[in-house]
């Protein structure tokens, strides 16, 4: 809903992290993601007790995805957390921050053979497989450099979360994965038994994002297990770690009604419980948390440039970023809630669409949003921005993106520096071509 430090000051000014966000505002500019830090701690505190009434012991590993940059990399390791990445830029970035290689996941439907080679080497804790393609490149791999891979495949479960589309990975036409239904599954993990320089750690499978429900991720974990019992059965083999992904939604909107991780955690031990044969370890959880680790944590702030009411009684309020730092509505119709600061409960209420500053038609932050009257030099914040929109931000209309700040306890960290129009031209090359070569 807002960041657990959310505080209502004198003149309706909202603080966050006991920080003013006008002042942030005069201080380092808008549009400017922030960031609370107690929000984020203790979310990760809540993965981690959670996980921790296991009998046997899960770990948490933050999807980078949803906000990376080397201070986040940095936070999460001094909280022990594990880190999932997706690419060699987010390996980098993880890497160069000095978080502990052991702890991290190295993810995506689409590794190059330089970015399994980079993983190999930095000696990650685990590889995620999505392909058989990608089996024999890892085999490759590490056979070329002489290590054994420690793999983990992704599997289809064929569960339908109730999410958006767009944000549902685990039905069984997802490019993601091994098909369970289609005998996928079962191909790559006899190949990767038979593999020299594959080590078969476990099963992994992430069904979607945004999930309000419980259900899903306890039937994930039962498919998963049960999965391993019939490998158990027909080849003796058995998963030490069943990785059962992210997607835990949180409360956008006043309906929604995200799942409660400690009733999943227990039913999730039960059945590890009953499941597990006498003989064999407990499998270890992972989860894979993004959104609800860092989504609440952030708020977005604008400065209102513009009001204009337009034909057929539609009031717009046109702010100075949109879509280049927050993609979410034009991409899956995401909807966000907002305040205006100095004004939080006052009575004088108005209807109006909020639109960015960029030359596209579909630049709506919010659509039919009933806010205070607000006037040009308004404070408008956005909350709930701290997943998808930074990591999603882009220079479309070369626009620079916004600063990051995080907030904590009366003080502000620049964590990330607003770009700067050097910035944007860093990569050209404007002597590309020779003015004779022109003609
Ligand atoms: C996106 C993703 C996550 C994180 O999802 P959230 O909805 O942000 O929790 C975790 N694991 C995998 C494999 C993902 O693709």
Known sequence: MKPDTFTLGQNRQISIGGVTLAYLAEKYGTPLYVLDYETIVRRIRDYKDALNELCSPGQAFYAGKAFLCQAMAGLLDQHQMGLDVVSGGELYTALQAGFTPER??????????????????????????????????????????????????RITPGIEAHTHEFIRTGQFDSKFGFGLADGLADRAVERALDLEHVMLKGLHAHIGSQILEEDPFVMNTETLLRYGLDWNRSRGWWPEVLNIGGGFGIRYQPGDHPPRLTTVVSAINELLLHLTPKELPVPRIFMEPGRSIIAEAGVTLYRVLVKKSVPG????????????????????????RAAIDGKVDRADMETVTVAGRYCETGDVLMKDITLPVAAVGDLLVVFDTGAYNYSMASNYNRVPRPAVVLVHQGQDYLWVARESYQDLIRADNPYAMTAAEHR
């Open 313 to 336: 009684g539609k009031h717009y309020l046109a702010v100075d970023g949109g879509m280049g730092d927050n993609i979410r509505p034009a991409l899956y119709q995401a909807e966000y």
């Open 104 to 153: 991290i996941m190295f993810h995506g439907n689409v590794k190059t053979r330089e970015e399994i080679a980079y993983a190999l080497t930095a000696q990650v804790g685990h590889i995620v497989c999505d392909s058989m393609d990608e089996l024999e490149r890892i085999e490759e791999e590490a056979a070329r450099l002489g290590c054994l891979a420690p793999v983990l495949l």
